[in-house]
């Protein structure tokens, strides 16, 4: 004999709508690859995301886009993700800011980063669940 079909609870439905609450996260990187990878990543977990290649164009994209969370690489054209890291942490205090990098992952590195406003560090490469855990706890606050 086979269980009937049974709804999910209040509760449960809850649960898993903050599961699945959709973040708006900027990636930023010289590289296209990273970029479009991350993008990939991101949208299939729901959110909605924008790619950057130049550090410029990342102050632009925080204005118009307001992102929830950016993954920002240190070694970026124009301006450095340190330098952007601050520029966009003294004009948006609330935004997740994630570094990635596959040069600068040294522990000085990790302390300068701080020292910028970047809450997070990523050496590359890095896995899909560390860019999925570093995300969650804002999945959780925004539902």
Avoid at 7 to 13: C, D, G, Y
Avoid at 33 to 49: A, I, N, S
Avoid at 70 to 91: E, H, Q, T, W
Wanted: no cysteine; hydrophobic share 40%; aromatic share 4%.
């Amino acid at each position: 004999m086979s269980e009937p079909d049974v709804l999910p609870s209040h509760k449960e439905q809850t649960a898993q709508a903050i599961e699945r609450r959709s973040l708006r996260v900027l990636v930023a990187d010289d590289d296209a690859d990273t970029v479009l990878t991350l993008e990939m990543v991101l949208r299939d977990e729901g959110h909605e995301t924008r790619g950057v290649y130049r550090g410029t164009d990342v102050l632009r994209t925080v204005r118009q886009f307001v992102p929830d969370a950016v993954f920002l690489d240190i070694k970026m054209p124009d301006l450095n993700g340190y330098d952007v890291a601050r520029a966009v942490r003294s004009k948006n205090g609330n935004v997740l800011l994630i570094a990635i990098s596959g040069v600068h992952n040294a522990e000085p590195d990790r302390l300068l980063a701080g020292m910028a406003g970047f809450d997070h560090f990523l050496s590359k490469p890095y896995q899909t669940t560390d860019v999925l855990r570093l995300l969650e706890p804002l999945r959780r606050l925004n539902a």
